[in-house]
């Protein structure tokens, strides 16, 4: 027993030890509303004592405009003063921005049951009972240090965890390499569009862009040559689309685009221009020198007439195919009867 006694007392030293460490890290400012100045004084008295800064105000309208101007980190409040008393004080704090935050602790009379509830129904965070001894002050005082850091700390980390959120989700919608939206999301916006398209009877049109000859750079220069001929590529489309547009990856040195408001025809002039701001790419690798082209193939949906969204890229893939197989750099509108593109068995 006597062993469990000395180790009780130990952990008791221990866990004084850390209350004394936590306390020390505490100090902080603290704004004193307090109308009566022998009372005021001697609270000040006190707190200044135990280590912390004090900022005193002998009225409730001195006290607001020292708790907006000086951030306290905490108010110590008496609830009976003249003029504007405590409890319009602690209302005032808690409907402003700049002060909604900060504890604060009511100074109240013992006997005065119904003045304790009703500052913690406006707002309060704790009430301190007079007369008070000095630890109960302090230890009121960090209780109330203790919470707010705790939930300073905890909205810091919901910050932390929002934008650790968004960065997921950028990820999940974007292709890593250029910063164009990825396949995947690209679907999610196409079943969007066109089911908006089809409600009011607009137009949409959808335009494939695969680079000619691709392959032959990452043959011949490497896949990080390749890398930065797509990298360049994807910002030709985000320089030269509305904002209005919708670019993607779609896959390899594919990219696809969606432009709505826009007939087929009409697309066919975005794709003249995005056409000539790729040619005009130079690029230089391995002491060589040498510049890209691409095939377009445009579909709208008014060649489409399921209510399948993917029926429009297969449109414009057919369209694309058929660029390809007139000589590539060139810009085909889809139209029926043109030849599916052959599919790997």
């Known amino acids: 027993m006597a062993g469990l006694a000395r180790w009780d007392l130990r952990i008791g030293l221990v ?29 000040k008295g006190t707190l200044e004592r135990l280590g912390y800064e004090v900022l005193w105000a002998t009225s409730g309208i001195e006290g607001l405009k020292l708790a907006r101007t000086e951030s306290p980190d905490l108010v110590l409040l008496d609830v009976v003063m003249e003029g504007m008393d405590g409890f319009a004080v602690c209302r005032w704090l808690r409907v402003q921005s700049a002060t909604r935050d900060i504890p604060v602790i009511m100074l109240t009379v013992k006997s005065d049951i119904h003045d304790r509830v009703e500052g913690l129904h ?16 302090e230890a009121r005082i960090f209780a109330a240090l203790r919470v707010k850091a705790i939930q300073a700390e905890l909205k810091q980390k919901n910050l932390q965890l929002e934008s650790m959120l968004h960065d997921v989700e950028a ?37 494939m862009v695969d680079l000619d ?11 990080d040559a390749g890398d930065e001929v797509l990298k360049a590529v994807a910002q ?8 209005v547009d919708v670019s993607a990856r779609y896959g390899g040195e594919e990219f696809i685009v969606l432009l709505p408001h826009t007939p087929k025809e009409s697309s066919r002039l975005v794709a003249d221009r995005v056409g000539k701001v790729i040619r005009g790419l130079r690029f230089s690798f391995a002491d ?19 209510s399948d969204p993917e029926d429009l890229v297969r449109a414009a893939d057919v369209a694309l195919y058929d660029a ?22």
């Open 213 to 223: 000859h691709f392959k032959s750079i990452n043959d011949r220069f490497g896949h």
């Open 122 to 137: 406006i707002g309060a965070d704790d009430y301190l009972p007079k007369p008070f001894a000095d630890e109960e002050l």
């Open 15 to 43: 866990q004084r030890s850390r209350w004394d460490e936590n306390r020390e890290s505490m100090k902080a400012k603290l704004l004193l509303v307090d109308d009566s100045a022998p009372q005021g004084s001697l609270i």
């Open 171 to 207: 990820l999940a919608m974007t292709d890593p390499l250029t910063g164009l939206y990825n396949r995947r999301r690209f679907r999610d916006i196409l079943h969007r569009e066109f089911a908006v398209t089809r409600r009011y009877k607009n137009s949409l049109a959808c335009m």
């Open 324 to 345: 390809k197989r007139r000589g590539r750099n060139l810009v085909s509108l889809y139209e029926p009867g043109m030849s599916d593109p052959p599919r790997v068995k």
């Open 236 to 243: 030709g489309l985000i320089q030269n689309l509305r904002e």
């Open 288 to 306: 060589e020198h040498f510049g890209v082209t691409a095939s377009f193939g445009i579909a709208a949906t008014s060649d489409v007439t399921s």
